[in-house]
C-alpha cells in the first residue's frame, strides 16, 4: 500500500493535507469493508482494532482496513464467546472492559472514534494545554452548543461539504455512543455515507456519547468516564492477569 496509513496523512507532517473529499471516500471505503466482514462474508469477521493507523490507502488513495492480528470469527446467528479485551485506548468500547465479549457493534464504536478523527485532526486522546482530552467528549461539547462544524479540523479550510461534514461528525458520535444497542450497524453507516438513508437525530441522553476512560494506578485498571483520566492513547503497556488482558494497540 503505497500511501502508508491514514494516521500519517492526518498527523504527520510528511504528507500532503487530505481533501476533504478523499477522506469522505476513504471513510466509506472502510465501511463498506466492514459491512463485509460482519454481514457478507460466510462467517462472522470481528475485527477488534480498527483505527487510522491500521487503514492503509493504496496509490488512488482507496482506503483498505489492514492488520487482522487481533481478530475473531463465529458463525452468523450465533454469539460471540468471551474473550480477552484487546484494542487501542481511545478506540475500545466500554462494555468490552465489563464483559470481554467482542461484537460487531464494539468494532462500530471503534470506526465512530475513525470517523471524528478524520473530520477532525485530532487523536483519540490528546493532549491539551496539560489535560488529556478524549476526542468524543470534545466533539460532542461543540454539538450541545449547536457549534458542530467548529470542531472540523482547520486543515480543510473552507473546502468542505458542510451536508457531509456534519454527517461524518454526527455519525461518529452514534456510532460511539454507550449503549451498544443505540449505534448503527455498518449496513446503516454504510446508507448514511452513501446517501441512502437519512441519518436520525442524536438521542437526547447526549450525556451517554463517550467512551469509559481508563486509567493505570499501581498496575491495575480503573475506569471512569472523566477524559482526563486517560493515558495517552500512543503509550502501549503489556499486563499479564488471571483475568482479563488488556492489550494496547501499536
Known amino acids: 500500500m503505497s500511501n502508508g496509513s491514514l494516521d500519517k496523512f ?3 507532517s510528511e504528507k500532503p493535507v487530505l481533501h476533504w473529499d478523499q477522506r469522505y471516500k476513504i471513510l ?3 465501511a463498506s469493508g466492514l459491512l463485509y466482514l460482519h454481514e457478507e462474508w460466510e462467517q462472522v469477521i470481528l475485527h477488534r482494532d480498527v483505527k487510522t493507523s491500521n487503514i492503509l490507502l493504496d496509490a488512488d488513495l ?3 482496513l489492514g492488520d487482522f492480528g487481533l481478530s475473531r470469527l463465529y458463525d452468523h446467528g450465533t454469539n460471540p464467546h468471551t474473550s480477552h479485551v484487546v484494542g487501542t485506548l481511545g478506540y475500545l468500547a466500554h462494555e468490552l472492559t465489563r464483559t470481554g465479549k ?6 462500530v464504536f471503534s470506526f465512530g472514534v475513525v470517523l471524528l478523527e478524520a473530520a477532525c485532526g ?3 486522546i490528546d493532549l491539551h494545554e496539560s489535560l488529556e482530552v478524549n476526542l468524543v467528549d470534545w466533539v460532542t ?3 450541545k452548543r449547536g457549534a458542530i462544524l467548529e470542531a472540523r ?3 480543510l479550510g473552507d473546502d468542505y461539504v458542510v451536508k457531509e461534514l456534519e454527517l461524518v461528525l454526527k455519525l461518529g458520535l452514534l456510532c460511539s455512543h454507550l449503549v451498544p444497542a443505540t449505534r448503527p450497524t455498518m449496513r446503516q453507516v454504510v446508507q448514511y455515507l452513501d446517501g441512502d438513508a437519512v441519518l436520525p437525530e442524536l438521542p437526547l441522553d447526549i450525556a451517554a456519547i463517550g467512551p469509559i476512560a481508563a486509567t493505570i494506578d499501581k498496575g491495575l485498571y480503573h475506569f471512569s468516564s472523566n477524559p482526563a483520566s486517560f493515558e ?3 503509550t502501549s503497556y503489556s499486563f499479564s492477569s488471571t483475568e482479563s488482558i488488556l492489550f494496547i494497540g501499536r
Open 153 to 155: 479540523d482547520p486543515n
Open 28 to 30: 466509506r471505503d472502510v
Open 122 to 124: 485530532r487523536y483519540p
Open 102 to 107: 467482542a461484537t460487531t457493534s464494539a468494532d
Open 62 to 64: 482507496n482506503g483498505r
Open 141 to 143: 461539547e461543540f454539538w
Open 10 to 12: 492526518l498527523f504527520g
Open 232 to 234: 495517552k492513547a500512543s
